[in-house]
């Protein structure tokens, strides 16, 4: 398998439009999230979805936030409209079936999102 | 090529102990490292975030040291609760890159 593989690499927008970031998983993972990281704040996740079901999306810091699971194998995070404070690198990661204490989550390698 | 190292990988305690998880990381060169705490079938929750101009961060019960020259962290958990039950990762992040140690995973005996 790829990997956790994510799109656009690097994105860079102006302020007001729409963003959308992509994230296709692990075949066969059933958990997805989506983080944001910035120096000044690390890593926060914003939504994880079970089975394409999100479960919590209390990390999402607007409702210009969205994110969907139309099916296992995708996934998007949107921003509209987008800002400066917006900017940071966006993190999709996935994981197989929960239970076990071992359960590693699997990262992308990031969106770089610049809102000029 | 940075690597992050966390010991021990299992560590089991009674109720009440105070107890220490190291991280080590092979790079200095880093902006922050943070410690998160994932729950079987969880996302990572953030415990606590150390700038690299920062020596230590506390939050409640839990104190995270970071000595960068040596590259070693330390998160201190006083008190210990089952509750606390949970793998805990130490992550270090430069650029646009993050670098997770494999987690510590913690079983608190009640």
């Known amino acids: 398998d790829a990997g956790v593989i994510q799109s656009p690499r690097h994105e860079v927008t102006e302020m007001g439009q729409e963003v959308t970031l992509r994230c296709k998983p692990i075949?066969?993972?059933?958990?997805l999230f989506w983080y944001r990281q910035t120096m000044m704040r690390g890593l926060e996740l914003l939504i994880y979805?079970?089975?394409?079901?999100?479960?919590?999306d209390s990390g999402m810091p607007e409702d210009r936030f969205s994110a969907k699971m139309p099916n296992a194998s995708f996934s998007t995070l949107k921003i509209q409209p987008s800002e400066p404070r917006d900017s940071a690198v966006y993190f999709c990661?996935?994981?197989?079936?929960?239970?076990?204490?071992?359960?590693?989550?699997?990262f992308g390698q990031g969106t770089r999102l610049t809102v000029v | 090529k940075q690597e992050v190292t966390q010991i021990p990988a299992a560590l089991s305690v009674p109720e009440g102990e105070n107890l220490v998880l190291n991280c080590s990381f092979t790079?200095?060169?880093?902006?922050?490292l943070q410690w998160f705490r994932q729950d079987p079938g969880k996302g990572l929750t953030s415990l606590l975030l150390?700038?690299?101009?920062?020596r230590e961060q506390t939050s409640g019960r839990l104190n995270a040291s970071l000595d960068k020259s040596s590259g070693r962290s330390t998160l201190y958990i006083a008190a210990s609760q089952p509750g606390d039950s949970a793998t805990y990762l130490c992550?270090?992040?430069?650029?646009?890159?993050?670098?997770f140690g494999k987690g510590t995973r913690l079983h608190i005996l009640p």
């Open positions: 990661a996935s994981s197989p079936v929960g239970g076990e204490l071992d359960t590693e989550a699997f």
């Open positions: 075949s066969g993972h059933d958990y």
């Open positions: 979805f079970n089975n394409n079901v999100p479960i919590d």
């Open positions: 790079d200095s060169a880093i902006y922050n």
């Open positions: 150390i700038q690299s101009s920062q």
């Open positions: 992550a270090v992040s430069r650029d646009d890159k993050i670098i």
